[in-house]
């Protein structure tokens, strides 16, 4: 017989992932005929939650858990390979799981990687759990032993060790430049409000300006959809910025809080016949390869992402080592770096 | 306790892993004491080889093991994300090691996985199991009767489906390509010759040349050491590069076998005051987002890795769900595609 797992009971009841996963750990959420249902059926063929493998404890597998939402991303594989660096001088192993931004996938990767295979989990979750504020998966781990690290997308409800870099003050650094380089009308491309970082750039946008006594103008505020971030719509990308870069003539100047947009910005400044740095100054969120091979190279704001994973193996190996799961917890703050390059040169 | 690994084993017994693999499946290439030493150790301290985890093989875990030697890496990323793509549509989960291309780590990652984790493996082999020649774990992995396909660095001596590209021709079209745009002097910059991929490639644009009877000068082919792939040595390669060009100023034409030697290549020739492409003509292997983004934009042979990736999903998963582990195995070639952008236009 086939291994049972979440996905398979709430197909075969026809609830959602959810419901199961909360029915198992006996939510009150959840109405009790449907959690009688459930719990029925995951006894009848023998499912295995977590907690049954977590009571196997004394059984270390020296294995940490990598949940990350993307893979063709460079600063998600930069932190593993900062995590894998950590892991392996301590003797750890990494096993990575995708998410694909999706929830289901999230909890499903998650489900199965703590059915013993490893100790414990770094995370950035997906936009998609952002969005739904579904967080029973994470709590439920965490309550029934195994520790979690979070890093860069991190959320407030959950009680655990975070690894972030400094977002606001970040992007507050960025458009204080621009505005040294003389940009008065300052645009901003991010992300919907559900992406945590993406809101919290923003705010560091909104500070700098209020700072320097601008006015905020909220048509300068693009913010895109998720499916924008697609790689299949990377011509419809450039063109939506294109839009925005011509209903707005007067921006000088632009914060991307990430590499793909920044760099969408510059080339729909060129259909647009703008030159870059002279006619619009461009910085983006994330130093990635492409900011440094790009013409004109982009101005970036470093996250340092290798020493992020390094930090997160570190505070999960020093608790697994310590056996301590109780808090206090950290949160460690990395500090970004402006590194500027030609697409804010002055002339 | 602790789960006793190969590695741990190993570290105890004080020999190398491969040593511990290959007594515990009794091979005669380790002497009989040492043979009998590790399988009373392993006894002693209940260490559960993959084989009698093969054992419980009803249990079908729906989860597809892969093993990729880098993931800070356009190519094998992308790769990743059409093997998630084709499982999620089968039902399937993913998890993924990595070898960091060192031989141990392989071996490692496989024995952890293979222990009732996964169904499967797809696998790109590390730089160091090429140049050690020790294929063992991938032998007993397939013995035990636990599918294998290999993706983009395959090895001939293993039975075993595998999905390539077609380097060989790949890397002749991208060098006739050069031919027809007028050089003459045609370099070639390339791995070492344990690198199967690297060595076909290099097979490719020596075919070219005999082809269009221009003699091989062997001072034009640059074997860069396999150190030089570091992130951390980047400006070592471009300045390795520099002096080869400086030492044939002849050469009016480069065929790289990767995006970053391509990149790097002309990263050079700007330190030399050549231009490109009028003075020296550039194409590189692999379609990554750098060579999109480069300037002057770079011809590259594209790979499609996204495709390998569904394929490689597919062959595994039609031999999980048939249950037919033996020969005859398949061998799918995927056709690479010249994609012509600045770095070769004729003047």
Do not use: W
Request: with cysteine; glycine share 6%.
């Amino acid at each position: 017989m086939q291994k049972l797992t979440l996905k398979k009971i709430a197909k075969e009841l026809d609830v959602s992932i959810s419901t199961v996963s909360k029915a198992l750990s006996d939510s009150h959420e959840i109405s009790k005929d449907t959690r009688q249902k459930i719990q029925a059926f995951a006894k009848l063929y023998n499912y295995r939650p977590n907690n049954i493998a977590l009571s196997l404890k004394n059984k270390k597998t020296k294995t940490l858990g990598v949940i990350i939402p993307e893979i063709v991303h460079h600063f998600f594989t930069t932190v593993v390979s900062g995590i894998e660096k950590v892991a392996n001088e301590r003797g750890y192993n990494v096993i990575i799981g995708l998410s694909n931004e999706s929830f289901s996938k999230e909890v499903i990767n998650m489900d199965m990687l703590a059915n013993g295979s490893i100790d414990g989990f770094i995370i950035s979750v997906a936009r998609e759990t952002q969005l739904k504020k579904d967080f029973h998966h994470l709590h439920e781990t965490i309550n029934q032993g195994m520790p979690i690290v979070m890093f860069d997308r991190v959320l407030p409800e959950i009680a655990c060790d975070k690894v972030v870099v400094d977002d606001a003050e970040g992007a507050r650094k960025a458009v204080l430049n621009l505005i040294d380089a003389g940009c008065r009308n300052i645009g901003i491309i991010t992300t919907e409000d559900h992406v945590s970082v993406g809101k919290l750039r923003t705010g560091g946008y909104e500070a700098a300006l209020k700072e320097r006594n601008i006015p905020l103008d909220e048509g300068f505020e693009l913010k895109l959809k998720d499916e924008l971030n697609e790689e299949e719509n990377i011509e419809e990308l450039a063109k939506v910025i294109a839009t925005y870069l011509k209903d707005h003539p007067a921006i000088d100047g632009i914060f991307a809080v990430n590499e793909i947009y920044a760099l969408s910005a510059m080339k729909a400044a060129r259909y647009l016949g703008k030159h870059i740095p002279k006619d619009l100054k461009v910085i983006g969120f994330t130093d990635g390869m492409l900011s440094k091979y790009a013409t004109p190279s982009l101005t970036t704001v470093s996250q340092h992402g290798k020493l992020l994973g390094e930090k997160a193996a570190f505070l999960l190996i020093e608790r697994l080592e310590k056996d301590h799961l109780e808090p206090p917890f950290e949160t460690i703050i990395v500090e970004t770096e402006l590194v500027e390059r030609e697409s804010t040169k002055q002339f």
